[in-house]
């Protein structure tokens, strides 16, 4: 979607090497979310923001820390990457609007991160 | 949120009706039963979603049973580019920090 970019799309790194994606947005939504998707687990949410310095933590947080100083940035490091890191990490933005005019998520494209 | 059940693979003939269900047996009053579907590697996109009423619009439509305890996702026309994973997921829609609980769901498979 044109409204929420991840950045970089790819990317290889060495085991115990800090790592950082980023997910920009456009569409001053609220809330963000960081998941990352395997095989046999489906997406799995990491972390969430619902404003600017305002995160918490997701089922599958450990590993990873996530910064917000900007509605449109959200940043998810991984302090010292391992393989079991190795994943395809989506962000997702939402906003909150009530009832029936919530449409959930919009998903950025993903990153593919390879830790080895 | 309610959990949801979906069977994890479907055929489907090209130019046919894909007919894709979900039961939410456990769903609230207050949860909504929305779709989402994801192409092969690319992030999932929002369908369609829905309360109680039965929803259409321009990619498909939403058939909810009168107890609410079960749903039908239909692409009236599939296609090729239809083939994908389609997730069924309940949740509250008055709080965007809900978070969306991803299933299995469904993998569609379109075929010529």
């Known amino acids: 979607d044109a409204g929420i970019t991840q950045s970089p799309r790819h990317k290889v790194t060495e085991t115990g090497t800090p790592v950082t994606l980023r997910c920009h947005q456009t569409?001053?939504?609220?809330?963000m979310y960081w998941y990352r998707q395997d095989p046999g687990h489906g997406l799995r949410l990491i972390h969430y923001s619902y404003g600017v310095k305002d995160t918490d933590k997701g089922e599958v947080s450990d590993g990873y820390s996530v910064s917000r100083s900007k509605t449109e940035d959200f940043l998810l490091t991984l302090e010292s990457a391992t393989s079991s890191q190795t994943s395809v990490y989506f962000c997702?933005?939402?906003?909150?609007?009530?009832?029936?005019?919530?449409?959930?998520?919009?998903f950025g494209s993903g990153t593919r991160l390879t830790v080895v | 949120d309610a959990k949801t059940t979906q069977p994890p693979s479907m055929d489907c003939a090209e130019g046919r009706a894909a007919n894709l269900p979900c039961n939410h047996s456990?769903?609230?009053?207050?949860?909504?039963v929305y779709w989402y579907r994801q192409i092969h590697s690319q992030g999932p996109q929002y369908i369609i979603h829905?309360?109680?009423n039965n929803e259409t619009n321009e990619m498909a439509s939403l058939i909810i049973t009168e107890d609410r305890k079960s749903s039908t996702l239909i692409l009236p026309h599939a296609t090729l580019r239809d083939t994908a994973v389609y997730y069924c997921i309940v949740r509250v829609a008055n709080n965007a920090g809900n978070m969306l609980t991803f299933g299995g769901g469904t993998r569609l498979m379109v075929k010529p």
């Open positions: 829905g309360l109680k």
């Open positions: 456990t769903i609230s009053g207050n949860e909504y």
């Open positions: 569409e001053n939504h609220r809330y």
């Open positions: 997702a933005i939402s906003e909150n609007r009530q009832g029936p005019a919530n449409y959930g998520y919009t």
